[in-house]
């Protein structure tokens, strides 16, 4: 139960587990907050000949068998979402057979609950593109998500970001949208550390001023609306935002460096959680949320806050490669026989990301099977620096 890994140092050196034991199951009991995990796809690996070119072929028996998983340790499923690769390699054919499928077979499992990304991917922009296009693209997608019975997560648009000429404009895509929509929809705030094309979203560069606009929206459609999701990775720009919240509209962390404090609150007001990093944390992440629960809060934390530790390493920048480590720790845990992904991007990040991720994965007790994860790490090492010892 020992491995050689690289340092940072440019040095290899021998790594003994300290998290020996398979892990135990985990009992099933409620939460206290309502909590999405954003669930990655598995390719087929031999089937995808050209991964960087051609459209990427699904595995769909294991993809679905992942959200069969996540549903049995009580999260809902963000399906479609950018842990799924949406936007980088997962394109809106893909994602459409993906949000189907996904409905589809939620129906067949008891309290299995999930909603759908609903954007603007497949819009190509042109000169002569204009704000009602915008609308259009979201009106398809929509139509997809709706017309399987589904709920929609409004992702944020990239053709918006570059279209809008300021905050009026996103008021205007949005009223259009929210007003036809059956609902309930959670809105998507999503960084530019997330997505560069992003930057400036709601019209404004400045937070403050954006968080204005989104408000306003809100506002005036909180009939329509369950929740927004945010991703700043800024804890006093959430906390600012749900304390403005209408009520009956929930607050979800996207917040993948400060998840575990939001999730317990401030005592006045706390965020539900809608987040990526639930996808490779989740067995750990629900004994937290059953121990919230139940009130014990020196409990939560000390199962939450390890894997906080992982998250930041794994969602630092550049912050949108972060798909790499959620499809990494899912190898190491069995849920995928191979480490290949949609468009290439496990070559994104590098083997001292890896070593690092394996360290802290076994630190936060997120290893299901220790002893496969040191199998498979090793032959990784192997192809990636040479030595596998």
């Excluded at 979402?81 to 459409?96: H, I, K, P, V």
């Excluded at 979203?201 to 506002?219: F, K, P, S």
Aim: with cysteine; glycine share 8%; proline share 5%.
């Amino acid at each position: 139960m020992n491995l050689i890994l690289p340092t940072s140092a440019g040095a290899l050196q021998r790594y003994d587990l300290s998290n020996k034991a398979p892990m135990a199951p985990v009992p099933a009991a409620p939460f206290n907050r309502v909590a999405y995990a954003a669930a990655h796809v598995v390719i087929d690996p031999v089937r995808s000949a050209n991964p960087w070119d051609a459209q990427p072929v699904i595995d769909w028996e294991a993809t679905l068998r992942f959200r069969e998983y996540l549903y049995g340790l009580g999260f809902k499923v963000a399906e479609a979402m950018d842990t799924a690769q949406r936007g980088m390699g997962l394109d809106w054919s893909s994602a459409q057979e993906l949000i189907r499928r996904s409905l589809r077979h939620a129906r067949t499992i008891p309290g299995a609950d999930l909603a759908c990304g609903a954007g603007t991917d497949h819009l190509q922009l042109t000169p002569a593109s204009t704000l009602d296009d915008v609308v259009e693209a979201y009106r398809e997608q929509f139509a997809v998500v709706e017309g399987e019975g589904g709920r929609a997560i409004m992702m944020a648009s990239r053709a918006l970001c570059k279209l809008a000429r300021g905050a009026d404009d996103y008021l205007y895509v949005y009223d259009r949208i929210l007003s036809e929509v059956r609902g309930p929809v959670i809105l998507h705030w999503l960084g530019d550390m997330f997505d560069p094309a992003l930057a400036g979203y709601w019209g404004a560069d400045n937070v403050g001023q954006a968080m204005e606009t989104v408000l306003l929206i809100i506002q005036r459609h909180a009939a329509k609306i369950e929740g927004i999701k945010i991703s700043l990775l800024e804890t006093r720009w959430e906390c600012a935002l749900r304390a403005r919240l209408p009520q009956g509209v929930a607050m979800y962390t996207g917040d993948d460096f400060n998840y575990g404090e939001l999730i317990a609150g401030d005592g006045s007001h706390h965020s539900h959680a809608l987040l990526g990093i639930f996808d490779p944390i989740a067995p750990v992440a629900a004994r937290a949320l059953h121990a919230l629960a139940a009130g014990h809060m020196v409990r939560y934390q000390s199962l939450m806050a390890p894997t906080v530790a992982l998250s930041r390493e794994m969602f630092r920048a550049p912050t949108r490669h972060y798909k790499a480590g959620v499809v990494f720790l899912a190898w190491l845990n069995g849920h995928q026989d191979h480490f290949s992904m949609v468009a290439g991007l496990q070559s994104a990040r590098g083997a001292l990301h890896y070593a690092e991720l394996f360290r802290l994965a076994d630190a936060a007790g997120v290893l299901i099977d220790p002893e496969l994860a040191v199998s498979r790490m090793r032959g990784l090492m192997q192809v990636l620096t040479g030595n596998g010892a």
